[in-house]
């Protein structure tokens, strides 16, 4: 659609709003592929060793803002379509984590969340953030898309693959956005979990993290 775009353009004078939404279209696009890049470097890093974990103050709050905010540009989303909630004993403290990491958790999740849940035109997308004790927190995204088949939980970390059920034909990605986030947390010494009634069912997805300095997978 990218290239569709930019020969309309190139070939007809277009209205202020047709220009806007053209305009929109490639950006969309534009972010979409440079996903796509980045999963691809960041899978090569990780299978190489060539990714260092960091463990550094990290402010929950402000890293769930700036990835939500992505997201709803991305998909040209409304306030309303991604819901977040935040029950932390202190909001404005820093837990000890990988922020470029944590960064990648949270947007492979809420980017397949509202994938498939049929972008734009989806139901509500939940994020929830939670203190689980004094020394984890939990991440929840939680969606009411296409489901996962329950012969596919066990795969949907694997490198590769994609969720195979009705209504997912039309949906891009790479394969590796799950596998990348199952790396990702477990160097950070937490876990990560999906659950899901199956077909049309919608699917939630359950990182724990930890919250101190000293708690990262080697």
Request: proline share 3%; net charge neutral; aromatic share 4%.
């Amino acid at each position: 659609s990218l290239r569709l775009a930019l020969d309309t353009m190139g070939m007809r004078e277009l209205t202020a709003g047709e220009r806007t939404r053209f305009v929109m279209m490639m950006t969309r696009d534009v972010d979409r592929l440079q996903a796509f890049i980045e999963h691809v470097l960041e899978a090569g890093r990780l299978e190489h060793g060539r990714r260092e974990i960091l463990s550094e103050p990290v402010s929950v709050v402000e890293t769930v803002d700036r990835v939500v905010d992505i997201i709803r540009n991305r998909y040209d989303l409304g306030q309303e379509q991604i819901g977040v909630r935040l029950d932390l004993s202190e909001p404005s403290e820093s837990i000890y984590s990988d922020p470029m990491a944590l960064d990648i958790i949270l947007l492979n999740l809420l980017d397949n969340a509202v994938k498939y849940s049929g972008g734009a035109a989806s139901a509500p997308v939940l994020l929830e953030v939670s203190q689980v004790d004094g020394s984890q927190i939990e991440i929840l995204v939680q969606d009411n898309g296409v489901g996962i088949p329950r012969k596919q939980l066990k795969k949907i970390f694997r490198r590769f693959h994609r969720i195979q059920a009705p209504g997912t034909d039309g949906v891009q990605g790479t394969g590796l956005g799950l596998y990348v986030v199952q790396f990702l947390v477990r160097r950070l010494g937490g876990r990560v979990t999906a659950s899901s009634e199956g077909e049309n069912q919608g699917s939630v997805f359950r990182v724990q993290l930890p919250v101190a300095r000293g708690l990262l997978a080697k």
